[in-house]
């Protein structure tokens, strides 16, 4: 079966635009996670939803980013005023519940020019 | 915060060598995962340790939890290049749902 997907895999934007970044997870995983992952370092947690209502969304780091999972599927990252700061992968995983083995997509690489 | 250390943050082996990284958490963890990401890749889960003094097995590798819960190893025996790639532990806290707070990663080269 298909795995994790993002869209698209690759940004690269001007300082100062919006930018949306998409994951498709696997089809019955209730739980999606956001990461960011800079160069040489691990994954850094953004945010999780259970089912359509996010459960905890400590890690975003201010209020440009935002997330979303309308329907329980898929879920989109969204990055308002991106500054340079933002460059980094945007890593997307899902779990069939909630504290098991994570799924990872492939990520999308966001340049802010 | 919660903080997940892992040494050593390198480690350059000959195939056939012994590798092990360590992984200590700044506090009680409820349960540790273990994943492995290739050069240009993504993390790929490994295995997951939920009970204090765990010990699990795959083929040459070999993860182990300590007894107070804070800090993990993964030990390969006898290394091939198809072991090349960064391994990161990462921890859940204890009373927390599902926060996985990645390690720093220790990146393992192997050569012939």
């Known amino acids: 079966g298909a795995g994790v997907s993002q869209t698209p895999s690759n940004k690269v934007t001007e300082k100062g635009k919006y930018v949306e970044l998409r994951c498709d997870p696997i089809?019955?995983?209730?739980?999606l996670y956001w990461y960011r992952q800079s160069l040489g370092q691990g994954p850094e947690f953004l945010i999780y939803?259970?089912?359509?209502?996010?459960?905890?969304d400590s890690g975003l780091p201010n209020d440009r980013f935002f997330a979303v999972r309308p329907e329980g599927s898929v879920s989109t990252l969204k990055i308002q005023r991106t500054e340079r700061g933002d460059s980094a992968v945007y890593l997307c995983?899902?779990?069939?519940?909630?504290?098991?083995?994570?799924?990872f997509g492939p990520g999308t690489r966001l340049t802010v020019l | 915060g919660q903080q997940v250390m892992q040494i050593p943050q390198y480690q350059h082996v000959q195939e056939g060598e012994d590798f092990t990284t360590y992984c200590n958490s700044s506090?009680?963890?409820?349960?540790i995962q273990w994943y492995k990401q290739r050069p240009g890749g993504h993390p790929v889960f490994l295995i997951q340790?939920?009970?204090?003094?765990e010990v699990k097995k795959q083929k040459r590798l070999t993860f182990q939890f300590g007894e107070a819960k804070k800090n993990s190893s993964l030990h390969i025996t006898a290394t091939q290049t198809t072991d090349v790639g960064t391994y990161f532990c990462?921890?859940?806290?204890?009373?927390?749902?599902?926060?996985?707070?990645f390690g720093t990663g220790t990146r393992l080269q192997v050569t012939l």
């Open positions: 939803f259970q089912g359509t209502g996010a459960a905890d």
């Open positions: 340790l939920v009970k204090s003094g």
């Open positions: 506090t009680t963890l409820s349960n």
């Open positions: 995983a899902s779990s069939l519940i909630l504290g098991v083995e994570q799924f």
């Open positions: 990462a921890g859940m806290l204890a009373g927390t749902a599902s926060k996985l707070t």
């Open positions: 089809s019955g995983h209730t739980a």
